[in-house]
């Protein structure tokens, strides 16, 4: 199991308020909704992401990997976000 890191909860802390904020924008019009559905991390970022992942499950990080492996994930929720902001959203049935 990860250990948690002041810096990981403040990331999910941050990442929740940010979810909260884009809630309160809606449905994103379809011209900006493409440039952002169509955003990818390059494959040299998946390649560091599952080196520090694999260093991360050994417990064999260094602290500045830590922070690098938190600033990723922390990118990557944000990523997320903006994704599901972009995607068509529809109301639930009464």
Known sequence: MATRTKATV???SDFEQFGRILDRIGPMPAILAR???????????????SELLAKNSENQLSADERAELDDRVLAGQYRS???SLAVPRHNPLP
Request: charged share 30%; hydrophobic share 40%; net charge neutral.
């Open 35 to 49: 440039p952002i559905l169509q955003l990818r991390a390059s494959e040299a970022d998946h390649a560091r992401l």
């Open 81 to 83: 976000c903006n994704h």
């Open 10 to 12: 403040k990331a999910e």
